[in-house]
């Protein structure tokens, strides 16, 4: 279910520069938050294994850190998505040379020929582009942000239905007869929560994606 345009609002850079406060507890948890899971997801589809897409999560949150006020001084780097893009491909190729290194016994490379690997050594992930895997990954994380905030607010048995509907996709007739409900309430359930993680994801898209 697609929700969202890619880089349809503008970045508020205010939260960007509360990045710059490596102190600022706070921001980087929801910042961390916010992102692992899409981090960890684009590093598995690319070919690494569990270990290596923790090491990338981890030299990606340490990339950012070190260089977001760079990011922000210079509107030259493009969207907030593209640039944390570029600095997730350039980690999962660093673990993919070191996998090469360890396997081949090659003498370790200095730290500049590292910091800025080949995009294209990146492998074809699962036999489609490595582009298409970060837009769908980058919903995907969107959405399930959305959901976790969202998903309190919910009536148990609503949110139930929305699951067995809309998520496993089993036809409306059967989600309300398992649930003994009317068929009409499921197609309201499925139409009242969409709105609402629709807004939600737009909220975290205001906060986290930038032109």
Same mark, same amino acid.
Do not use: C
């Given at each position: 279910?697609?929700?969202?345009?890619?880089?349809?609002?503008?970045?508020? =850079?205010?939260?960007?520069?509360?990045?710059?406060?490596?102190?600022?507890?706070? *921001?980087?948890?929801? $910042? $961390?938050?916010? =992102?692992?899971?899409?981090?960890?997801?684009?590093?598995?589809?690319?070919?690494?294994? %569990?270990?290596?897409?923790?090491?990338?999560?981890? %030299?990606?949150?340490? *990339?950012?850190? /070190? +260089?977001?006020?760079? $990011?922000?001084?210079?509107?030259?780097?493009?969207?907030?998505?593209?640039?944390?893009?570029?600095?997730?491909?350039? /980690?999962?190729?660093?673990?993919?040379?070191?996998?090469?290194?360890?396997?081949?016994?090659?003498?370790?490379?200095?730290?500049?020929?590292?910091?800025?690997?080949?995009?294209?050594?990146?492998?074809?992930?699962?036999?489609?582009?490595?582009?298409?895997v970060w837009e769908e990954e980058w919903q995907a994380n969107l959405l399930k942000a959305a959901m976790e905030t969202?998903?309190?607010?919910?009536?148990?048995?609503?949110?139930?239905?929305? +699951?067995? =509907?809309?998520?496993?996709?089993?036809?409306?007739?059967?989600?309300?007869?398992?649930?003994?409900?009317?068929?009409?309430?499921?197609?309201?359930?499925? =139409?009242?929560?969409?709105?609402?993680?629709?807004? %939600?994801? /737009?909220?975290?898209?205001?906060?986290?994606?930038?032109?």
């Open positions: 279910m697609t929700l969202l345009a890619e880089d349809s609002i503008p970045t508020r =850079y205010t939260l960007l520069s509360r990045l710059e406060d490596r102190g600022d507890q706070d *921001s980087w948890r929801d $910042f $961390f938050d916010t =992102y692992w899971r899409l981090i960890y997801s684009v590093a598995i589809k690319s070919g690494v294994t %569990e270990a290596e897409a923790q090491d990338v999560v981890q %030299e990606t949150i340490i *990339s950012v850190a /070190r +260089d977001i006020h760079k $990011f922000k001084r210079d509107r030259t780097l493009g969207s907030f998505k593209g640039w944390l893009r570029n600095i997730i491909h350039w /980690r999962i190729a660093d673990q993919l040379r070191k996998r090469t290194r360890a396997s081949w016994g090659d003498a370790p490379k200095t730290g500049a020929d590292l910091s800025r690997p080949d995009i294209a050594e990146i492998p074809d992930p699962v036999g489609g582009t490595a582009e298409s969202i998903k309190p607010r919910v009536k148990e048995e609503n949110y139930q239905i929305f +699951d067995l =509907y809309v998520i496993k996709q089993w036809p409306a007739r059967d989600v309300a007869r398992a649930l003994g409900v009317h068929v009409g309430l499921v197609y309201l359930v499925k =139409y009242r929560i969409s709105a609402s993680l629709k807004k %939600e994801a /737009r909220r975290l898209e205001e906060k986290w994606n930038g032109h």
